[in-house]
């Protein structure tokens, strides 16, 4: 059974920075051929994609409103994945969540099968 863990959220000023991490474990998939993605969720608002990266880290994907402010990397030998969130607004504020899947990257929450727990960001104006 695979797990995913995030860690990293907290309470940031608008303009600040935040990394959050997701850890992977368990059996069953190999992390260095597991697609990752970001996705986050506000109060009342359905699930949006935030940031997607490919098993070998070659590929990475975000949504519009966090392009160039956002920058997903993983590690396969620590079996992590990371967000680094900065210029961050009030708008960012949702529960974030790593998601991953054993095939192509992709930036469609439901093209994935394992979920983390989440971990709340909030960002003050």
């Known amino acids: 059974q695979v797990q995913l863990v995030e860690s990293g959220g907290g309470l940031v000023q608008a303009g600040g920075s935040l990394r959050l991490s997701c850890a992977v474990s368990?059996?069953?998939?190999?992390?260095?051929?597991?697609?990752m993605g970001w996705f986050r969720q506000a109060p009342g608002k359905e699930r949006e994609f935030v940031a997607a990266i490919s098993a070998s880290g070659g590929a990475t994907y975000y949504g519009d409103s966090v392009k160039g402010r956002f920058t997903i990397s993983r590690d396969n030998d620590k079996n992590t994945v990371y967000l680094q969130m900065n210029s961050l607004k009030p708008e960012d504020t949702a529960v974030y969540y790593c998601?991953?899947?054993?095939?192509?990257?992709?930036?469609?929450?439901?093209?994935?099968?394992?979920w983390g727990q989440g971990t709340q960001v909030t960002v003050s104006s």
């Open positions: 368990g059996s069953g998939r190999t992390f260095s051929s597991t697609a």
């Open positions: 998601a991953a899947r054993q095939s192509r990257v992709a930036s469609t929450a439901t093209r994935y099968d394992v």
